[in-house]
């Protein structure tokens, strides 16, 4: 079992920054591509940015591209969305994944473990 642990949500004003962290914890020795979810009541969880084990593969969703930034410290089993240039339909809770499947993780069915979410609410 792999557990994951975000942190890092709360409350932003629009144009501002936030950084989540996920941190794994259990089978950490997998090579697990690694991805941001966020999901708002009534829709689908939708892919926001992922990330191959070894990082050299990024995938944004086109809503969030030239915004976020996703990156990983595998030494510390520790990954991080940064949050730039917020807006309030980045309003969500995110959710931290992770897919030993699929080095190009998309979408919530390639998903093994999912962290338990945190708030990110962006303020106008």
């Known amino acids: 079992q792999v557990q994951l642990v975000e942190s890092g949500g709360g409350l932003v004003q629009a144009g501002g920054s936030l950084r989540l962290s996920c941190a794994a914890s259990?089978?950490?020795?997998?090579?697990?591509?690694m991805g941001w979810f966020r999901q708002v009541p009534g829709k689908e969880r939708e892919i926001v940015a992922a990330?191959?084990?070894?990082?050299?593969?990024?995938y944004y969703a086109g809503s969030v591209k030239g915004r976020f930034t996703i990156s990983r410290d595998n030494a510390k089993n520790t990954n991080f969305l940064q949050m730039n240039s917020l807006k309030p339909e980045d309003t969500a809770v995110y959710f931290c994944?992770?897919?030993?499947?699929?080095?190009?993780?998309?979408?919530?069915?390639?998903?093994?473990?999912w962290g338990k979410g945190t708030l990110v609410t962006v303020s106008s």
């Open positions: 259990g089978r950490t020795f997998s090579r697990y591509a």
């Open positions: 994944a992770a897919a030993a499947g699929t080095a190009t993780l998309r979408r919530s069915g390639d998903v093994d473990y």
């Open positions: 990330i191959s084990w070894a990082g050299g593969i990024t």
